[in-house]
């Protein structure tokens, strides 16, 4: 099955305004020229969309630019209302958002995000023609545990309950095993290819084996220049979810071109 590569910065939060101009200007610099066949997707915070949607927008000569496409780290799941804090999914689309965040660890354990609400999110964004990137993932206790595969289907599950095999195809799914997020710890290419297998299997038990074929599932956990090419090598693996790598444009960049030229 041919799936583009899909390789996303998630910046957490890091860069406002300013860092991102800067950023934007010396990634499309090394972008141009380069012809690379996969999808580029920045999520920065949200204080920094207007400035990346600007900088994208202005950038129309520069070779790659159109390719690069905006996603927010989360959004709510109600459209309006007294939700202080909360970023609804039609303030998303004004910025020309295409894709959003959704399940990333850091929700779930830190903001006790459940799978239900996770769900509600997935639907929300749907409705709004926002493609979700859903993160799931196991712990270390819960890998050595034994119960990675049944902490991801209870995730995949959960958060795909009720999603439309047609809203399926513009879901990119994320494995991120959350031990290896931040840590420096990367899971081995056997390990990566594995989880991405069974996560594949699950969605071919929900969907058919067509929908579980064309769906991309990246790879997220301390991901750098040096290991990107032998992840993207795996046959289910499709793309990465970059955290702390994606914040120097040279990292990221090296991870794009060794990552797609091995997939």
Not at 123 to 136: D, Q, S, T, V
Request: with cysteine.
């Amino acid at each position: 099955m041919n799936r583009k590569p899909i390789f996303a910065a998630n910046w957490k939060m890091n860069k406002g305004p300013s860092e991102t101009e800067d950023f934007v200007k010396s990634l499309l610099s090394k972008l141009q020229g380069s012809n690379f066949n996969s999808e580029i997707v920045i999520a920065p915070p949200f204080v920094s969309l207007a400035k990346l949607a600007d900088q994208l927008h202005t950038a129309t000569a520069v070779q790659n630019a159109h390719a690069i496409q905006i996603a927010a780290q989360n959004c709510s799941e109600y459209d309006s209302g007294a939700y202080t804090g909360e970023v609804s999914v039609l303030m998303l689309r004004e910025f020309f958002v295409h894709y959003v965040i959704l399940g990333h660890s850091e929700r779930r354990s830190i903001f006790g995000e459940t799978d239900a609400v996770i769900n509600a999110k997935i639907k929300k964004a749907r409705e709004a023609n926002l493609k979700p990137i859903f993160c799931i993932g196991e712990t270390l206790a819960e890998r050595e545990g034994g119960k990675l595969e049944e902490v991801l289907r209870t995730q995949i599950t959960g958060g795909l309950k009720d999603v439309s095999e047609k809203d399926l195809a513009e879901i990119v799914v994320a494995y991120e095993p959350v031990w290896a997020i931040g840590t420096g710890v990367t899971a081995t290419s056997a390990q990566a290819q594995e989880a991405h297998a069974f996560v594949r299997s699950v969605i071919s038990g929900l969907y058919g084996a067509d929908a579980a074929g064309k769906i991309r599932i990246q790879y997220g956990g301390s991901v750098k220049p040096n290991n990107a090419a032998e992840l993207m090598a795996c046959p289910d693996i499709d793309g990465a979810l970059i955290g702390g790598a994606s914040l120097e444009p040279q990292s990221f960049f090296e991870i794009i071109r060794n990552g797609t030229q091995s997939a």
